[in-house]
Each structure stands twice: as structure tokens, then as C-alpha cells.
């Protein structure tokens, strides 16, 4: 079984940080990227950012420039820094893993 975990969500006022992070844990065989959404009330999900294994970096439209992708320093885990936080960024992002699993998502707020 495999388990997805985000963390480090929280209220900011606007042009604030955060850094998120989604560790993954299970049997795993293998990681091939692993990737943010995140949905707001009243809305559809809609894909943030992806970094697959090669540490190659993929973003939204509206939040480039802005969240950053890393790999973090344990296992399985990934890092997104995210700066100039907007109202609009205000969502539960969502971690997602190659092999399809979700994790329970973090609550992003950022208030003006």
C-alpha cells in the first residue's frame, strides 16, 4: 500500500510564502514524477506543477515565476516553494504520484 502525505499549508496575507511538501511512503517501486494540483471552492482541480525523476520542472500558466519544485532531502519527497502568494492561489493543493495515488491535500489561504 502506498501512502501520499502533504504538508506545510496555512494562511498567509498576500505576497506572503509557503512551502509545501509531499512525501510518499509503501511499497514503491519506482517514482517516475510527481506532481501538485489543487482545487478551489466551487471549482475543477487543475494541474500546479510536476517534477519528474531527472529533476525536470513543469508549470501552470498562472503560477509561473512564482512556485518553485524541488526534491527534498528525505526519500520520496518533493518540495514546492511558493512565493508572491496571491489571493487567488487560495486552494487545497493536492499531491499526486506517477502511480496514481492522491494524497488528503493541504489548505493553502492567502488572504488580501
Known amino acids: 500500500q502506498v501512502h501520499v502525505v502533504e504538508s506545510g499549508g496555512g494562511m498567509v496575507q498576500a505576497g506572503g510564502s509557503l512551502r509545501l511538501s509531499c512525501t510518499a511512503s509503501g511499497y514503491i517501486s519506482y517514482i517516475a514524477y510527481m506532481s501538485w494540483y489543487r482545487q478551489a471552492p466551487g471549482k475543477e482541480r487543475e494541474f500546479v506543477s510536476t517534477?519528474?525523476?531527472?529533476?525536470?520542472?513543469r508549470y501552470s500558466d498562472s503560477v509561473k515565476g512564482r512556485f518553485t519544485r524541488s526534491r527534498g532531502n528525505a526519500k520520496n519527497t518533493m518540495l514546492m516553494q511558493m512565493d508572491s502568494l496571491k489571493p487567488g492561489d487560495t486552494a487545497m493543493y493536492y499531491c499526486k504520484i506517477s502511480s496514481g495515488e492522491w494524497g488528503q491535500g493541504t489548505q493553502v489561504t492567502v488572504s488580501s
Open positions: 517534477i519528474d525523476v531527472d529533476g525536470l520542472t
